[in-house]
């Protein structure tokens, strides 16, 4: 066999890659050039002449249609006042729904203030807010509402806020808004203090306005820290009568009652400001607490214990003890030139509290002093008609007894005297002459030397309240 008769047959497949390759290449360059023939060419290289561009024609507007209803998803106000004139106001209702817990400040006082501010420029709602909605009802949000909103809402300008006292020590507080009007009209806010150290708005208290001509209420708050502070404010205003309805009579005398008005008033003390009173402790029953006092420059002065108890949950608070001990010891220093005897309050021997008015030496006059204190007995005793006291004039133990008891006789007639001259009735009074028989101290000292101290103490009229 020939080479040629054993050759086989070649392929064409590499024949046909290469005419398509060749093909695929002409016709990209096809479309290459035609690109740069319409295309920006900066060269000006196969730049084709420019093509003019139609001219728009006007286009005729369609008449206009007559007005149909309105697309409400397409209409759009153009004034925005049109908005907020068709806002309706919140209603309490719905104002409660939207607080939060409120907010906490560091310094109570602080946060009274901020919130008292926020009434005063009109803001209610963001006064409530900071108040908080577990602290508020309808009745609260409606009240603040109309006191708010009528522009009429002002702060006292000298004391905006006042702390009224400690529920319980360092963590439930009692404050008060002062409002600038002349009834003295308060709202009141219990706060209580967190873990954090912040104190906010436990509850508030809107005290009902009082009627043109009616008298205000003796206490806007029964509870124990209520009760406490009413019977302070009455004492402090002189108000006996309203004083002695917050105490268990069988437990206060009528004496220490009219001793701490006579306190009071002299020595011009006044509640202090921050803590005034603190709780010692604060059960179901019974509670205790610690009044402090300042003098009338603002200056710290002292401080006394009152006690108050309930026979039961239903039943009202009542003071059942009051002990002037350190508040007559201040007293004695600022009033009595530091003699601890010339006190308005003594305990009676034979128990209880007797009132005092002290004379000088072989003296049966009356000093101002005294007589400002006879005011407020008086002013007793013509509470009820069916009231009486005993006057007890005594001496010291220089003169005879004869002279003494004449003496004696003259000082509970001088007092007696006073009282008739400002109405109290003759049927009311008891004058009785003891002479140097009952003397408080020792006349003369364990060596049987005088004592002027003893003598001082022992010039005196008692004044024995039988009410």
């Not at 009568?241 to 701490?260: E, H, M, Q, R």
């Amino acid at each position: 066999m020939s080479t040629y008769d054993s050759y086989e047959p070649r392929s064409n497949f590499g024949f046909f890659v290469l005419i398509a390759f060749v093909v695929a290449a002409l016709v990209a360059g096809g479309v290459y050039f035609a690109k740069k023939e319409g295309g920006d060419n900066k060269s000006g290289a196969g730049k084709s002449e420019p093509v003019e561009k139609p001219v728009k024609k006007p286009v005729k507007k369609a008449p206009a249609m007559p007005p149909g209803p309105e697309d409400p998803f397409q209409t759009r106000p153009e004034d925005p006042e049109m908005i907020a004139d068709t806002v309706v106001p919140a209603t309490p209702e719905q104002t409660l729904v939207d607080l939060g817990m409120g907010v906490a400040e560091f310094d109570p006082g602080a946060l009274l203030k901020k919130i008292g501010e926020t009434l005063e420029l009109g803001k209610f709602e963001e006064a409530a807010v900071m108040i908080g909605k577990d602290a508020l009802d309808e009745r609260h949000l409606t009240g603040l509402k109309a006191l708010s909103t009528t522009g009429n809402f002002r702060l006292n300008t000298v004391n905006p806020v006042s702390e009224i006292g400690e529920l319980e020590a360092n963590r439930r507080s009692r404050w008060a808004l002062n409002l600038d009007s002349e009834s003295g009209a308060r709202i009141y806010f219990d706060l209580l203090r967190g873990r954090t150290g912040k104190w906010g708005v436990e509850k508030i208290k809107i005290p009902d306005p009082v009627p043109p001509g009616a008298d205000p209420p003796r206490a806007v708050f029964i509870d124990s820290l209520g009760i406490t502070h009413a019977f302070l404010q009455a004492a402090l205003g002189q108000r006996f009568d309203d004083a002695k309805s917050f105490v268990d009579s069988s437990l206060v005398s009528d004496a220490k009652i009219a001793g701490l008005c006579i306190i009071f008033e002299e020595a011009k003390y006044q509640l202090r400001t921050q803590k005034p009173l603190r709780a010692m402790f604060n059960r179901n029953l019974t509670a205790g607490f610690i009044a402090h006092v300042e003098g009338e420059a603002g200056e710290k002065a002292a401080d006394f214990g009152i006690s108050v108890q309930r026979t039961g949950e239903d039943q009202p608070w009542r003071v059942t003890e009051v002990n002037l001990d350190s508040l007559l010891a201040d007293y004695a220093d600022r009033v009595a030139g530091g003699d601890i005897h010339y006190t308005p309050l003594v305990k009676n021997p034979a128990g209880g509290d007797t009132l005092i008015l002290y004379f000088g030496f072989d003296e049966d006059g009356l000093t101002p002093r005294t007589k400002k204190q006879l005011d407020i007995v008086a002013g007793l005793l013509q509470l009820d008609s069916a009231k009486k006291l005993t006057l007890s004039g005594h001496t010291d133990s220089l003169g005879t007894d004869q002279y003494n008891t004449t003496l004696s006789i003259r000082r509970a007639r001088a007092v007696e005297k006073y009282l008739l001259e400002v109405g109290v009735p003759r049927t009311q009074i008891v004058a009785l002459a003891e002479g140097e028989a009952k003397p408080r101290l020792p006349n003369q000292t364990e060596t049987g030397e005088d004592n002027p101290t003893g003598r001082r103490a022992n010039r005196r009229t008692e004044i024995y309240l039988d009410f």
